[in-house]
């Protein structure tokens, strides 16, 4: 995996506000590389130390194994979510 594109998809959720999400096709194109699959594998294999909660598909889901915690987070920051999702466009963060 590119160091720098890692480096690139962690700096940018980082600048992700709380109770704001954005999407991983959407961070994509903000970085002008890459893709949603692409994204997807930096959070899953780099993305513990940063806000990983915030990054989600574009339909509000994340994978399984992550909901139970996400959940809580979105709770905390007061993130719009319905059925156990998150209303992504009420929720998406400025600039994307």
Do not use: N
């Not at 959407?26 to 294999?45: D, K």
């Not at 990983?52 to 959940?71: E, F, M, T, Y």
């Amino acid at each position: 995996m590119d160091e720098e594109f890692t480096e690139a998809v962690l700096e940018v959720v980082e600048q992700i506000p709380a109770g704001c999400v954005a999407t991983y096709g959407l961070i994509a194109e903000r970085l002008g590389r890459g893709g949603a699959r692409q994204v997807g594998r930096v959070m899953s294999l780099e993305g513990h130390g940063v806000p990983w909660w915030r990054v989600v598909r574009a339909d509000g889901s994340l994978p399984a194994h992550l909901v139970v915690d996400a959940q809580q987070h979105w709770r905390d920051e007061g993130t719009p979510v319905r059925s156990g999702r998150v209303i992504v466009k009420e929720a998406l963060a400025p600039d994307f």
